[in-house]
C-alpha cells in the first residue's frame, strides 16, 4: 500500500499527523482510461494520487477537448470544488492506472486548517497553477498555433536542459498531447515538428526526442515572432 | 486612514489581530497611471488594495499588453512571487489613486501560517484565480474574437442580473478594455457591439449599457457557436 507521505501537500506532516488523514480518506483504483470526476458530478472530493498519472481536461460549447494539465504521483485534484464549493470546472480521466485517496470536502478544510504547512503546501500548488495559466493565457492570446507549438516543446525542454546545452525528453511526446496542451490540431504539431526536424532543431533518437541546442530553439522561437 | 479589514483575506481576523498586521506593513498611495508591480523589480512584496483599483497586465513577447484582471479595495496583488519566491509573473498598475498597505513576503507567511482564517482565505483567492483563468484558456482556445467579445459582455451582465432577465453594466464598458481582456482589437469589439445594437440585444443608455434580455444574449451566443 502506497504511505501517504507521497503526497506533495502532506509532506510537512508527521507520523501522528499521516495516521490521522489516513483515517479520514477512502483509498481506490481506477483503471487507464477510466474517469475519475465527471463534470456533472456534484461532489467535491479531493483526490490526492499515490500512483499513475491523471489527465485534467475541459471541452469547449462545441465540444473539443482542451487539456490544461497532467498530474502523477504525490499531487492533488479537485480541490477548487472543496475549496470554493462551486461545480467542477473540469474533468479528470486516469492516463494511466492510478492509485487515489479520496479526501471529503469537510476533512480537506480541517486538514489545511489544523496544519499550517499543509495550508501552505495548498497556496504554492495554487500559485504555480496560476502561473502556468497565465503564461498559457498569453501564449494562446499573442501567438499563432505555429509558435505555440515550438513554445511548448521549448518548455519540456528547458526542464530536461543538460550541461552541453542539449536536452532529451523521453519518451516522445505525443503530437495529439502537444496539440491538446496548446489548443491546436494534431496535424500543425506535425507539421512544426517537421519544419523544426529539417532545420536541425530537434531529432528522434531510439532515447527519445532530441533537441542538441536549447538556445538555438529559443532564438529560432524568437525570430519567428517578430 | 482606511481599515485594514476591508481586506479580504484579512476578514476573519480580531482587533488584536489586525493591530498585529498593522505592525508589519507600510502604508503607500499610488496615483491614476503609477506602476505598482514592475515586471522586472526583484522585490516580493504583497500589495493589499485598501482603496481605489488596479489592473494586472502581462505582455507578450511581441510587446501587446493583454490584461489579466482588474482588482478593487479589499483585494491583494503580488502574491505569487511572496508565495514561490519566482519573479513578477505580471504588472501591476494603478487605474485611480490607490492606497495599498505593503507586506513584506517573509511577513506574509507568517500572518497565513499564524492565522487558519487567512490561509483559507488566500486559497479561496487563488482557486478564484484559476477558475478564471481556466474559464479563459478555454474561450481562448476555442472562440473566435466575436465569440469571446459576446462572451464577456454575457458575463458582466450575469454579475448584475436584475429580476425581470435585463442588466445595466454601469459605467459603459470602455471598448479598449474589453479588448485587452478578451485577447482582440478595439475595432474588434466595437463591430461586434455594433451587432449587437442592431439586434436589439445591447443599448446604450444614459445610465449604462442595458442588456434588456440576458438569457436571449446567451441564446445568441450559443447559436454563433455552433
Redesign the interface.
Known amino acids: 500500500m502506497v504511505e501517504l507521505s507521497v503526497v506533495g501537500i502532506l509532506a510537512g506532516l508527521d507520523q501522528v499527523a499521516l495516521a490521522d488523514v489516513e483515517r479520514h480518506i477512502n483509498r481506490k483504483t481506477f483503471s487507464a482510461g477510466a474517469q475519475i470526476i465527471e463534470p456533472e458530478s456534484d461532489s467535491s472530493d479531493v483526490y490526492l494520487i499515490l500512483s499513475g498519472k491523471v489527465r485534467i481536461v475541459?471541452?469547449?460549447?462545441?465540444g473539443?477537448e482542451?487539456t490544461?494539465e497532467e498530474i502523477g504521483a504525490g499531487g492533488c485534484v479537485g480541490?477548487?470544488s472543496a475549496?470554493?464549493g462551486?461545480p467542477r470546472?473540469?474533468c479528470v480521466l486516469a492516463v494511466t492506472n492510478t492509485d487515489v485517496a479520496i479526501v471529503s470536502p469537510a476533512n480537506f478544510?480541517k486538514i489545511?486548517?489544523?496544519h499550517?504547512?499543509v495550508?501552505?503546501s495548498?497556496?504554492?500548488e495554487?500559485?504555480?497553477?496560476?502561473?502556468t495559466?497565465?503564461?498559457?493565457?498569453?501564449d494562446?492570446?499573442?501567438?499563432g498555433a505555429n509558435e505555440r507549438v515550438v513554445a511548448e516543446i521549448l518548455r519540456c525542454s528547458q526542464i530536461e536542459i543538460a550541461e552541453d546545452g542539449s536536452a532529451m525528453l523521453s519518451p516522445v511526446p505525443v503530437h495529439s498531447e502537444i496539440a491538446s496542451r496548446v489548443?491546436t490540431s494534431r496535424e500543425t504539431v506535425a507539421r512544426v515538428m517537421g519544419t523544426l526536424a529539417r532545420n536541425g532543431l530537434i531529432a528522434k533518437v531510439e532515447l527519445g526526442l532530441y533537441v542538441p541546442n536549447v538556445q538555438r530553439l529559443e532564438e529560432f522561437l524568437?525570430e519567428s515572432?517578430?
Not at 58 to 62: K, M, P, T
Not at 140 to 143: G, R
Open positions: 475541459n471541452y469547449s460549447l462545441s473539443r482542451i490544461l480541490q477548487l475549496i470554493d462551486e470546472s473540469a478544510e489545511v486548517k489544523n499550517p504547512s495550508a501552505w495548498v497556496i504554492r495554487l500559485a504555480r497553477i496560476v502561473r495559466s497565465t503564461r498559457r493565457i498569453v494562446v492570446s499573442t501567438l489548443s524568437s515572432i517578430h
